[in-house]
C-alpha cells in the first residue's frame, strides 16, 4: 500500500500526495461504480509526454512534407523515401519499418484501401485519393497519424468521403473528456458516417499509443455514450477512424499480409490523430 510521503507510482519523483493521490480516488470512486478503468501502465507521466511531443513534432512535419512533395506521377515508394529520409534526418525512427515484418517506413493506402498500403512502385494519378500513415518513434517514444492526399481533381463522392472522413476524426476527438469513456468516441463518430451514406470499418480500431506503438486500449469507431474503459488525464491514443464509401467489410492481400481492400471495391478514408488527455481537457499531439 502506497504511503502519502511515498514517490509517485507514474515516475514523476514527487511525493504521492502531490501527484496521483487525488487520481487514484477519483479512479476508484468510478471503479466502485461500475466503470472499467485504466491500470497504471497506461497513465504517462511528465518525461513520458515530454517525448511523445517530440516524436509528433516530428511526425507533424513529416506529415506536412509529404503534402508539399506528393503530386501525380509519382511513386508511393518516393513518399516512403520522403518519410524515411526526413525522419532519420532528424534523429527519430519511423516505427513502420519492420514491425512484423513491415518493409517500408509509412502506409499508403489508395482508393479502395482501407488500411496498410505498403509503398511500391505504383504510380499516384489525377483523382486518387491517398492516406499516408506515420507513427515516428523519438528517445523510444511514439507519435502516429495519418492524413489524406487527393491527387490534382478527385470526384466529387471522393471529396465528399474524404471530408466526412475528416469531420468524424474530428467529431470523435470533441467526444474526449478527462474522466469521459472510450464509448463516446465511437457513438460521436458512427452517427456522422451514417447520416452521409457512409460505412464504419470495425475491423481496425485506434489504440494506446506513447510508450509503445499499440497499446491498450482500443479505441472503437463505433459505440455508446459512457461505456468502455474510463478516459484519465495522462492516456495517450490515436483516434483514426476509416470510413467506406460502400460496405464496411473487408479482404486483406493474400501476398502481402497487410493490404485491406474494401470487399465491394469502393472508396475508403482514414484521418488519424494521436492526443493526450490532460486534467482539464484534452491535447493534440500530431496537430
Ligand atoms: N500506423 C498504423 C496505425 O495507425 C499501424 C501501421 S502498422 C504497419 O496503427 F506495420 F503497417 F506499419
Ligand atoms: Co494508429
Ligand atoms: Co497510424
Redesign the pocket.
Known sequence: MIQRNDPCWCGSGKKYKKCHENFDRKLMSMKLRGKQVPPQRLIKNEEDIKWIREAGKINTAVLDLVGEKIHAGMTTDEIDQLVYNYTIEHGATP??LG??G?PKSC?TSINDQI??GIPDDTVLKEGDIVNV?C?TIYHGHYA?A?RMYCIGEVSDKAKKLVDVTKQCLEAGIAAVRPWGNVGDIGAAIQPIAHANGFSVVTDFCG?GVGNDF?EDPYIHHVGHKGTGMVLAPGMVF?I?PMINEGVASLFIDADND?TSYTDDGKLSAQW?KTLLVTDDGIEIITE
Do not use: V
Request: net charge negative.
Open positions: 516505427a513502420p514491425y512484423e513491415f502506409c488500411c496498410h500513415d507513427t502516429d495519418s489504440h499499440h490515436t483514426e497487410w488519424e
